[in-house]
């Protein structure tokens, strides 16, 4: 199965930014589908960006124009760059990719966004 490894996350004003990290154990080209979901206290967990190799990333409304979405296909390293973070930012973060056997999730990294 493979491993990702995420970082990055931390404590920022509102206003600020943060860059997420998630390496994987394998090549990330050779993924079915790939991308973050975040959960916040007492909520469900929520789809942030998603994309299939080589291809555009999807983003949910609510990060639309703030989130970026960066590849390194040798590094085998997705980044999620957040812009313009928001109170309502605040969750962990999990990376995770789709593969034939299923899917894998990253550990998880708390961003809080505080005023």
């Known amino acids: 199965q493979v491993q990702l490894v995420e970082s990055g996350g931390g404590w920022v004003q509102a206003g600020g930014s943060l860059r997420l990290s998630c390496a994987a154990s394998?090549?990330?080209?050779?993924?079915?589908?790939m991308g973050w979901y975040r959960q916040a206290p007492e909520k469900q967990r929520e789809l942030v960006a998603t994309?299939?190799?080589?291809?555009?990333?999807n983003f949910a409304d609510f990060v639309k124009g703030r989130f970026i979405v960066d590849r390194d296909y040798v590094k085998n390293t997705v980044f999620l760059q957040m812009n313009s973070l928001t109170l309502e930012d605040t969750a962990v973060y999990y990376c995770?990719?789709?593969?034939?056997?299923?899917?894998?999730w990253g550990q998880g990294t708390q961003v809080t966004v505080s005023s």
């Open positions: 394998a090549s990330i080209a050779s993924f079915n589908a």
């Open positions: 995770y990719v789709d593969q034939q056997r299923g899917r894998s």
């Open positions: 994309f299939n190799p080589y291809s555009s990333t």
